[in-house]
């Protein structure tokens, strides 16, 4: 089966300008995470769909990141405008059932300047 | 609140040696306890997953244990190998909600 696909791999910008990424998940996973994963620290939770549904976003940082999953598939998530502390890896993770396997993507490594 | 520690927070071995990795926990409910092997550059990937009933399992040289009791959990690697070089990262499930530990980042030295 195909796994969790992540686009761009790297992208580097300056701050205040706008980035987006883009996630695809394993086919027929309802859930799926974006997380945000500094370097040396475990990933962080960002955003968790349910479907096209969001069922936590409590971390997300609402003033400057935005998600959306169209049609309970594909997934977008924005920062407008970047800030310094915003270099990070930007993890997609999508899981079929609550005791399954979390499968994740390659993820997108960001630098702002 | 829901933390999940781990330690040590780095570790170097010798090839062909073995190791134990720790995860304590304080999430609840509890549904899960998964272990991740996390390669530099490269999203985490799933070495095992543990429900409340079971206190082990493995896949192939790594071996996890769980005490539900206790919240503790260890990983342990078997023969280590240069390619055991990542991070480990434990993760508990309170439902679809998963708790990140900050990872033990294991060094395999030939």
């Known amino acids: 089966e195909a796994g969790v696909a992540q686009s761009p791999r790297y992208k580097i910008i300056e701050k205040r300008q706008s980035v987006a990424f883009w996630c695809n998940p394993i086919?027929?996973?309802?859930?799926l995470y974006w997380y945000q994963q500094i370097l040396g620290q475990g990933p962080k939770l960002l955003i968790q769909f349910q479907n096209n549904g969001v069922v936590d976003d409590s971390q997300l940082p609402k003033d400057r990141f935005s998600a959306e999953r169209l049609k309970g598939v594909d997934s977008t998530l924005k920062i407008q405008p970047a800030k310094l502390e915003d270099s990070a890896v930007y993890l997609c993770?999508?899981?079929?059932?609550?005791?399954?396997?979390?499968?994740f993507g390659p993820g997108t490594r960001l630098t702002v300047l | 609140k829901n933390q999940v520690e781990q330690s040590p927070q780095s570790l170097i071995i010798l090839e062909g040696k073995n190791c134990t990795l720790q995860c304590n926990y304080t999430v609840s409910p509890f549904s899960n306890l998964r272990w991740y092997k996390q390669d530099t550059g490269r999203g985490p990937v799933s070495l095992t997953i543990m429900t409340f009933s079971e206190n082990t399992k493995s896949n192939g040289r790594y071996t996890a244990t769980l005490d539900a009791d206790t919240k503790q959990s260890s990983l342990h690697i078997t023969a280590s190998q240069l390619s055991d070089s990542a991070s480990y990262i434990c993760v508990v499930s309170a439902g679809y909600k998963l708790s990140f530990g900050a990872g033990t980042t294991v060094t395999v030295r030939a």
């Open positions: 993770a999508s899981i079929q059932g609550v005791n399954n396997e979390q499968f």
């Open positions: 086919s027929g996973h309802a859930t």
